[in-house]
């Protein structure tokens, strides 16, 4: 029977200059990683002194293909021990690792293969490695992109005996490509001391880790908020994780809580809607086995907060220990290796009651009225080290409760995106302040995420957030689930359009033109916006690696016609 690693050690808050250095020290203890699979079982206990072990011995195999220090290497991020392993050979081989995606549950085979040697050509990657079960796979992506080498760990040539190099600081540590890449990907420079300087922040200061501290996750390796937050930063801390495929989660939701529950988990993070799932699974399953009351962090990051859903959560697990305090808003990205700002420890979600009608004309304005209005989570200050700005069209700082443009400082920030000088000059300036992209304000130093500006639909004056339209459609239309509805605005005859689409599970024809006149009047009466509503398939709607509802590549399919004739 194979036994979990211990929890149990002497904390160092990640003051190490590079990843292999911190690999070193955690190699010191009894702590490490523990894989499990898609029925929840453990099937491989990985101590960081075994990980260090094996990664120093697949170091130099990587390096025998005529792969130089520098170079960088595709690797599938599978939730399972050869990944771990290869992501770690690469640091000590100073090869730079760019995680990459796993298959899309509905997404086609073909698409997949271009998707990869796209971001593989991005990357300029001089090797592919993946997991046993997609050999064939990885053989279809080599013949399309020139790889030194391309196959499992096991496949990799003997060692010729090459020096592995010093790991400096400065070096690139890996790749790290948006959620959504896919037609023109951009990857993510991230340097060793950019990582531990994020680490020592969240480690230290924003999670507080204890000694007797684990973490749990489900979230994605090729995901900033997986790879980082219950990857990277958990053994920069010397803290044992336990790592639930992801595929796991979306069968069974209710796997994540048994793993917290059966090793004691404290720390474990979700978007809103990993929390959603499981409460909504609860309502028809026994929960009286959880036990709960250790998750002292239960972290929110990756999409905009709801408010609703982890209200839900919280009442649905109340009886199994689960505490409304354990939550921590927080907010981060890629482009910052992963945190800028978390909510205070104990203090569980605070939020703010916004005038839609005022958040429009960019301020931010408490009010009572719930039917003209939008709730909001503090997201906490920036973490030490860092600052956050709020910023107006001109590139004014705003004053308190000013909605703009956020923009962040800090030594966590990325280089640049890898070989796009100009797109790196776009969003960085010469002065290290990185624009976002995101809208916000501020409010007795905390972040409020309002939005991404991308996304913004501007009506006739108007800032409308395709994220009232959706959640509001999502609320108050019978039958209808978070992350049905996508919302956005397309070039009309006159002005922009509003378009909406809906997944429809099934119904005749008069059902279905029902929906969409409910769907558009509780629209109109809540936004006073005339949409175009338009059906589409369960599960048609595209997602980000992550999880998220993908609103631009809703608007490219619909545009493309993907949707059938536009409505």
Same mark, same amino acid.
């Given at each position: 029977m194979i036994t979990p690693t211990s929890s149990s050690r002497t904390v160092r808050f990640a003051d190490f200059p590079t990843l292999t250095a911190a690999l070193d020290f955690a190699a010191t203890g009894e702590t490490g990683i523990n894989l499990y699979s898609l029925r929840g079982e453990l099937i491989e206990a990985l101590p960081y002194a075994k990980l260090r072990e094996q990664a120093l011995e697949l170091a130099p195999r990587l390096l025998a293909n005529g792969a130089k220090p520098g170079d960088s290497v595709g690797l599938i991020a599978e939730t399972e021990g050869d990944f771990v392993r290869a992501f770690f050979a690469c640091q000590y081989a100073g090869l730079v690792p760019a995680p990459l995606p796993l298959p899309a549950p509905l997404g086609g085979r073909e698409a997949y293969v271009e998707q990869i040697a796209r971001m593989l050509a991005s990357a300029h990657a001089k090797q592919l490695i993946g997991p046993n079960g997609m050999k064939d796979w990885?053989?279809?992506?080599?013949?399309?992109?020139?790889?030194?080498?391309?196959?499992?760990?096991?496949d990799l040539p003997e060692s010729k005996g090459d020096a592995l190099p010093e790991i400096v600081p400065d070096a690139t540590c890996y790749l790290q490509f948006s959620s959504g890449s896919t037609r023109f990907p951009t990857g993510v420079v991230v340097t060793h001391r950019a990582l531990m300087a994020n680490a020592v922040a969240i480690t230290r200061d924003g999670l507080q880790v204890l000694p007797t501290d684990r973490a749990v996750s489900w979230l994605p390796l090729y995901h900033d908020m997986g790879l980082i937050g219950f990857l990277l930063s958990p053994m920069t801390s010397q803290m044992s994780v336990d790592l639930l495929p992801t595929g796991a989660f979306v069968r069974r939701p209710l796997l994540w809580l048994d793993l917290i529950t059966k090793n004691g988990g404290t720390i474990s993070y979700s978007p809103t809607f990993g929390y959603e799932l499981c409460a909504r699974r609860a309502e028809v399953a026994s929960i009286e086995h959880l036990d709960l009351s250790k998750w002292r962090s239960a972290g929110l990051g990756g999409d905009m907060i709801r408010t609703g859903p982890l209200r839900a959560f919280a009442e649905r697990f109340a009886s199994v220990g689960f505490s409304d305090k354990a939550f921590v808003a927080s907010y981060g990205?890629?482009? &910052?290796?992963?945190? @800028?700002?978390?909510?205070? +420890? %104990?203090?569980?979600?605070?939020? /703010?009651?916004?005038?839609?009608? *005022?958040?429009?004309?960019?301020?931010?304005?408490?009010?009572?009225?719930?039917?003209?209005?939008?709730?909001?989570?503090?997201?906490?200050?920036?973490?030490?080290?860092?600052?956050?700005?709020?910023?107006?069209?001109?590139?004014?700082v705003l004053p308190e409760r000013g909605v703009g443009r956020?923009?962040?400082?800090?030594?966590?920030?990325?280089?640049?995106?890898?070989?796009?000088?100009?797109?790196?000059?776009?969003?960085?300036? &010469?002065?290290?302040? @990185?624009?976002?992209?995101? +809208? %916000?304000?501020?409010?007795?130093? /905390?972040?409020?995420?309002?939005? *991404?500006?991308?996304?913004?639909?501007?009506?006739?004056?108007?800032?409308?957030?395709?994220?009232?339209?959706?959640?509001?459609?999502?609320?108050?239309?019978?039958?209808?689930?978070?992350?049905?509805?996508?919302?956005?605005?397309?070039?009309?005859?006159?002005?922009?359009?509003?378009?909406?689409?809906?997944?429809a599970r099934g119904g005749d024809a008069d059902s279905r033109a029902a929906l969409v006149e409910k769907i558009a009047g509780v629209l109109r009466l809540r936004h006073q916006v005339e949409t175009q509503v338009q059906l589409v398939g369960a599960h048609a709607l595209p997602q980000t690696s992550s999880g998220k509802l993908s609103r631009s590549k809703a608007k490219a399919a619909y545009l493309a016609g993907a949707y059938g004739e536009r409505a």
């Open positions: 990885v053989a279809e992506i080599a013949a399309k992109t020139p790889l030194n080498f391309a196959g499992t760990l096991a990205m890629a482009e &910052a290796t992963l945190a @800028l700002s978390m909510a205070p +420890l %104990g203090g569980g979600l605070k939020t /703010e009651r916004l005038d839609v009608e *005022r958040l429009e004309q960019h301020e931010a304005v408490i009010t009572d009225d719930f039917d003209r209005s939008r709730e909001f989570a503090r997201n906490g200050p920036a973490l030490p080290g860092h600052e956050l700005e709020v910023r107006d069209d001109n590139g004014a956020i923009y962040a400082r800090g030594p966590s920030l990325m280089r640049e995106y890898f070989e796009q000088p100009q797109e790196t000059a776009r969003v960085l300036s &010469a002065d290290g302040w @990185l624009d976002t992209g995101d +809208l %916000g304000y501020l409010v007795e130093g /905390e972040i409020v995420i309002t939005g *991404r500006g991308k996304d913004l639909i501007i009506l006739n004056g108007r800032n409308i957030w395709p994220q009232d339209l959706e959640w509001t459609a999502e609320a108050e239309v019978e039958g209808l689930r978070s992350g049905d509805v996508a919302a956005f605005s397309v070039p009309g005859d006159e002005e922009e359009t509003v378009v909406v689409l809906v997944q």
